[in-house]
């Protein structure tokens, strides 16, 4: 009777002891599955979210609803009819994007880069305000570079100027 107690309460201990274990492994690769999650990926899984956007320029936050993401922008709708194309890479602080992880983005979407949404931009010859790290121009993209993007002011007399795109931190409808 006395061994039956003492193997009952090892194989408790032991039930007890692999339960915890359990919890610890699945937490391990909860912690090993998010350290994979880019923020692309949370962004194109956010659609529809209201967030708010602060840039490397330090200028204005941009609030707004989360349109559509990229590999490496994102499109926020500031208002019904002003629309925002911000790099991931000018992004400092993201707040309200939902915890939702969207699978990692396919050949196609990759390919849809920076580049493919500003030659887009250019194709439709709106009036954008291009902000940078070093200040503000407004005008016209007028061609996209494989890394930088030419803009005509909208100052007469004014000469076009090249932004890399390493330097980009929105580009936003006027």
Do not use: I, K, N, Y
């Not at 937490?27 to 990926?41: I, K, N, Y």
């Not at 707004?64 to 019904?80: C, I």
């Not at 994007?97 to 849809?112: I, K, M, N, T, Y």
């Amino acid at each position: 009777m006395r061994w039956e107690r003492l193997f009952a309460d090892l194989e408790g201990q032991l039930a007890a002891g692999a339960a915890a274990q359990g919890r610890w492994d699945v937490a391990d690769l909860v912690r090993a599955e998010r350290a994979h999650v880019r923020l692309a990926d949370r962004a194109r899984a956010g659609a529809g979210a209201r967030v708010r956007v602060l840039l490397a320029d330090a200028g204005e936050p941009l609030d707004g609803e989360l349109l559509e993401a990229g590999d490496d922008w994102v499109l926020l709708a500031l208002s019904e009819r002003r629309r925002a194309l911000v790099p991931l890479c000018a992004v400092d602080v993201v707040a309200g994007l939902p915890h939702a992880v969207a699978p990692p983005a396919g050949h196609v979407e990759r390919a849809l880069g920076l580049g493919h949404a500003l030659r887009a931009l250019a194709r439709d010859r709106a009036t954008v305000q291009v902000r940078t790290r070093g200040g503000a121009v407004t005008g016209r993209l007028e061609r996209v570079g494989a890394d930088h993007v030419d803009l005509t002011p909208d100052q007469p007399a004014a000469r076009t100027v090249s932004v890399p795109f390493a330097a980009l931190c929105a580009v936003v409808s006027a």
